[in-house]
Nanobody
Framework: QVQLVESGGGLVQAGGSLRLSCALS????????MAWFRQAPGKEREFVAT????????YYGDSVKGRFTISGDSAKNTVYVQMTSLLPEDTAVYYC??????????????????WGQGTQVTVSS
């Protein structure tokens, strides 16, 4: 069974930085693409970024492009998202997700098969 455990959330001032981690266990790591989504109160879940292990390809949502960087460490079975120049509107619960195989619609939550429990990120103004 696949398990995803997020960490690294917290409270930060606007303009600051945070790094989230997502550790995967339970299955062969290399088969997966992994992603970050976020959900603010009263809003739909929003795509943040995807990391594809084949070729280390990365994809970003428009609202975070240029500020967030997703990366992966296969030795640690972990994906990271480095968040910089944080804005109050980045405040949300951030969820890690993993897909059993690559799907073209990487920006859709339905493209992922496994989810973590979420970690809160709060950006104060």
């Amino acid at each position: 069974q696949v398990q995803l455990v997020e960490s690294g959330g917290g409270l930060v001032q606007a303009g600051g930085s945070l790094r989230l981690s997502c550790a995967l266990s339970g299955r062969t790591f290399g088969r997966y693409s992994m992603a970050w989504f976020r959900q603010a109160p009263g809003k739909e879940r929003e795509f943040v970024a995807t990391f594809r292990w084949v070729g280390s390809s990365t994809y970003y949502g428009d609202s975070v492009k240029g500020r967030f960087t997703i990366s992966g460490d296969s030795a640690k079975n972990t994906v990271y998202v480095q968040m910089t120049s944080l804005l109050p509107e980045d405040t949300a619960v951030y969820y890690c997700a993993a897909a059993d195989f690559w799907r073209g619609n990487y920006h859709l939550a339905s493209s992922y098969d496994h989810w973590g429990q979420g970690t809160q990120v709060t950006v104060s103004s």
